[in-house]
């Protein structure tokens, strides 16, 4: 049973060592035929070539920066995410614990004089807020 299992394992190894080796001959592969096929362009215009390599070689750098950009955008959206889900929990977790804690039930106009004092020193999250990078707000402030 034991060797079964470990021929097994060692099948799936040896199917990504393989797969692996077939990635990398076919992108040397492409690097040959894109070499070639830039030199051919190049024999037959060189000025258009380069005016084309060089158009491609700004796209390449606007796309990383934009791609970079995007990428710290997402980061910093979900850690205002997490933040926003931690602040919730916390609390929903103190409306389960207050019943406990306090002696007298909270009455409706309490409740609604407390939750609009809350509502007014709390600030939504903005779109400008996220692009920024500013922190969202706790609500220990």
């Keep these: ?22 990635h990398m001959v076919e992108f ?21 070539t380069a005016v084309a390599l060089f158009l491609i070689a700004i796209g390449a750098a606007v796309g990383f920066v934009m791609l970079r950009r995007a990428h710290d955008f997402g980061a910093r959206l979900s850690h205002m995410g997490i933040a926003l889900m931690h602040e919730t929990a916390q609390f929903l977790g103190g409306l ?38 500013s922190p969202p707000p706790s609500l220990a402030d």
């Design 1 to 22: 049973m034991q060797h079964a299992r470990v021929t097994h394992l060692m099948s799936g190894d040896i199917h990504r060592v393989g797969a692996a080796t077939h």
């Design 28 to 48: 040397a592969a492409t690097l040959v035929v894109i070499a070639a096929q830039i030199i051919i362009a190049f024999v037959i215009a060189p000025l258009l």
């Design 96 to 133: 389960k614990l207050a019943p406990g804690k306090i002696a007298k039930p909270i009455s409706s106009p309490n409740f609604r004089t407390v939750s609009s004092g809350s509502r007014a020193s709390s600030s939504p999250i903005s779109a400008r807020r996220i692009a920024t990078g």
